[in-house]
């Protein structure tokens, strides 16, 4: 499986970014699909995963400002980044695995991983 982003860049505090994730090869492999970030000096950490059936997680830091939501196909993944502040800066990853249980929420980081896309936040 492969997975290729897209979105990242810089915006102002307050603004809005959408991030895309298509995954492509054996996509029958996956049933999770997510976003992780890194900042410099900092562990990669959840932001945001989707399971096929809609069972979600969510970063503390992220709830209400952040949504994710899957394509028609089931191969997509979008973040909706709303209302961002600098502490958001970092490199996000899209990540993608299988889950035994598609209707438990999905917090934990699967076998797939995608390139980085930097999103900056600053003015």
């Known amino acids: 499986v492969q997975l290729q982003a897209s979105g990242g860049g810089l915006v102002q505090p307050g603004g809005s970014l959408r991030l895309s994730c298509a995954a492509s090869?054996?996509?029958?492999?996956?049933?999770?699909m997510g976003w992780y970030r890194q900042a410099p000096g900092k562990q990669r950490e959840l932001v945001a995963a989707?399971?096929?059936?809609?069972?979600?997680a969510y970063a503390d830091s992220v709830k209400g400002r952040f949504t994710i939501s899957g394509g028609n196909a089931k191969n997509l993944v979008y973040l909706q980044m709303n209302r961002l502040k600098p502490e958001d800066s970092a490199v996000y990853y899209c990540?993608?695995?299988?889950?035994?249980?598609?209707?438990?929420?999905?917090?934990?980081?699967?076998?797939?991983w995608g390139r980085g896309t930097q999103v900056t936040v600053s003015s």
């Open positions: 989707r399971t096929s059936v809609g069972a979600t």
């Open positions: 990540n993608a695995g299988w889950s035994t249980y598609p209707d438990e929420s999905p917090a934990r980081a699967y076998k797939y």
């Open positions: 090869g054996d996509i029958s492999s996956i049933n999770v």
